[in-house]
């Protein structure tokens, strides 16, 4: 059976990353996924992402946050299984005229060899 592509490769812009601020904190951008020998992010054709939060305020304009964030990339759809990378992290948010201002703090679980022990993200606007 062909696919949809009529069995040709996915062209590398098209292809899906995971890993970082906008997906799975605490893991380095794009790193989640198929990797080549020379160590460069791949990318695949599917993809799974979770990202939950619990916010609270804590003082005004000033709220508080923890997360849970899973997910994987898989070069074909006949690739997917279960396995997740996972983080758990917190972070801030304060409510400025221009935006969300934020800041996590992220604790990859299924560090790799390479992978950080932890990662600290500053940004403006939601993650998600």
């Given amino acids: 059976m062909k696919d949809a592509r009529g ?3 996915l062209p590398f812009f098209d ?18 996924g198929p990797i080549s020998e020379s160590g460069i992010p791949l990318g695949g054709e599917a993809m799974f992402v979770t990202n939950q939060e619990l916010r609270f305020p804590i003082w005004t ?9 899973a997910g994987n990339v898989w070069a074909t759809l006949d690739d997917v299984e279960s396995t997740l990378f ?4 917190a972070g801030l948010r304060a409510d400025s005229p221009i935006g969300p201002l934020r800041l996590d703090f992220a604790y990859p679980l ?3 060899e390479g ?6 993200y500053f940004g403006l606007g939601q993650t998600f």
């Fill in 115 to 120: 992978d950080p022990e932890y990662k600290i």
């Fill in 15 to 32: 292809r899906l990353f995971a890993g970082g601020e906008f997906s799975v904190r605490g893991y380095p951008t794009n790193s989640l």
């Fill in 61 to 69: 304009l000033l709220s508080g946050v923890a997360f849970f964030d």
């Fill in 86 to 89: 996972k983080s758990l992290g």
């Fill in 7 to 9: 069995g040709e490769d």
């Fill in 110 to 112: 299924d560090r790799r």
